[in-house]
Every structure is written in structure tokens, then in C-alpha cells.
């Protein structure tokens, strides 16, 4: 596992990244979860993360080495007041065969998790190919109002990848300000999913809203073992709560 801890100006390029577990430090929740490239900030020290690149990279195979975690390939977040995650670019990686599912827990996540006080990301030319439970995930809002905004995801192939109506290719909950665009999607559940997901004890969750889409191509390749309706049956994007 690579972890970038509160850094800045700096580009990852080029290395591959396989069969990572869990990284972080105990007893904090949010970066006890990366198996492959964490960017999150440096709480201890009030740091934020920005101005970075990730590109060219390879992400395989990552998978939950515990049963209380989970095992995310790439993920993006900042859940502490004060710092965040900014001007990020995700680019021209790949992503390939991640088992982003744990089965103790039965929870999921994305193969690229963007979760939090991120804003000003763009994740462009990726490719996603067969991870369990989706592509690109956005959430946030848990608790203090933290969520996902300004992002471009753009020109990222999306491969079999999530294959039940509960995932997509690209998952937005509690988000803001999004533009998807020129994606291609083959053998989704879903190709984009927009919903509302409120935490516990959250009585006012951010409406996913102000989102853009795009003209993007998808197949009607079904994907393999899917129970439901093939992608280009169904629509391209499904409302799963009211969108603004």
C-alpha cells in the first residue's frame, strides 16, 4: 500500500500495486480501509493534501486482509473538519480483478472511493475492468457536512464492473457539482447510479445534486452472472432518491 499522509505537489507514476490489504494508523476509522493508493490529510499535524497526480498506475487484485475492513484500491478522502483533499488528477491508471467487497461485513465500496471534503478532482482515462462493486464511488456528508464537489470524471472505460442494480460504474451519493462525460460503460448493474445515502444520525444529508452528464456510449453486453437487466435495457442513469 502507498499512502500519501497531508502531501502536496507530488506525482505518482507508473508502479504497480497488487494484492495490498489494509493500511492506516489504529483507531481511525476512514484510513483503516486502503489496500492500494490512500490520499488523505495529515490530521495529526492540520495538513491538507493537494495538488497532486496520480497517473499511469496499475491496481490489482486488492482484497480485505481482515474481516472488519474493507480493501480499496485507490481512494480519495478527508472526514475531519478543517483539513482537506484538493486539486487532485486521476489519470490513465488502471484498475483490474479488485475484490472490493467484504464478505464479514457485507459492506462495498468503489474501486476509486471519493469520500469526504474532496473537491477540484478529475478522474480522466482511467480503466476500470471487473472490480466487484462498482468503479468510480463519491459520498460523503458523515456528519459534518463533508462531500465530494467539483469534480470532472471524463473518458474512463467502465468494464463489468458492479454487476447487481445495487452498484454502477459510476455511484454518486451526497455530492455536489459533478460532471460526467464521454465514458464508456459495457456489462454494469447500472452505468451511473445518483443517490442519497444519510448516515446515521445525520437528520439533514446534502442532496446529491447539480450533477452533469454528458453524451457517453453504452454496450448492451450483460454483465457476467448478472441477475438483472442488462446495461442499455435499463436507463443509463437510475434516480435512486429525488435529485435536485
Known amino acids: 500500500t502507498l499512502w500519501i499522509y497531508g502531501g502536496a505537489y507530488l506525482r505518482v507514476v507508473g508502479p504497480t500495486i497488487r ?6 494508523y489504529p483507531g481511525n476509522p476512514f484510513e483503516c480501509t486502503a489496500g492500494g493508493l490512500w ?7 492540520a495538513v491538507s493534501a493537494h495538488d497532486l497526480e496520480l497517473t499511469d498506475n496499475v491496481i490489482e ?21 478543517g483539513v482537506d483533499v484538493h486539486h487532485v488528477r486521476v489519470l490513465r491508471n488502471v484498475f483490474r480483478d479488485n475484490d472490493t467487497i467484504n464478505e464479514g461485513s457485507g459492506i462495498a465500496v468503489g474501486a476509486l472511493a471519493i469520500a469526504g471534503d474532496v473537491h477540484d478532482f478529475e478522474v480522466s482515462g482511467n480503466t476500470f475492468d471487473d472490480p466487484d462493486t462498482g468503479g ?12 465530494p464537489r467539483h469534480g470532472v470524471i471524463a473518458g474512463n472505460d467502465f468494464l463489468d464492473s458492479g454487476y447487481d442494480n445495487g ?4 455511484y454518486l451519493q451526497a455530492s455536489r457539482d459533478i460532471l460526467i462525460e464521454r465514458n464508456y460503460f459495457r456489462g454494469n448493474g447500472n452505468s451511473i447510479n445518483l443517490q442519497t445515502e444519510p448516515p446515521c444520525g445525520v437528520t439533514s444529508p446534502v ?3 447539480n450533477v452533469v452528464v454528458r453524451p457517453s ?3 448492451t453486453t450483460p454483465a457476467a452472472g448478472a441477475t438483472g437487466v442488462p446495461v442499455g435495457i435499463e436507463p443509463v442513469i437510475q434516480f435512486s432518491e429525488a435529485v435536485e
Open 39 to 45: 490520499v488523505s490529510p495529515n490530521y495529526q499535524a
Open 217 to 219: 456510449v453504452v454496450s
Open 167 to 170: 452498484t454502477a460504474g459510476v
Open 19 to 24: 494484492h495490498g490489504g489494509n493500511a492506516g
Open 136 to 147: 468510480v464511488e463519491t459520498g460523503g456528508n458523515q456528519g459534518n457536512n463533508l462531500y
Open 61 to 81: 487484485l486488492v482484497a480485505p486482509s481482515r474481516s472488519d475492513h474493507l480493501g480499496v484500491p485507490m481512494g480519495l478522502s478527508a472526514y475531519v473538519p
Open 207 to 209: 442532496i446529491t445534486g
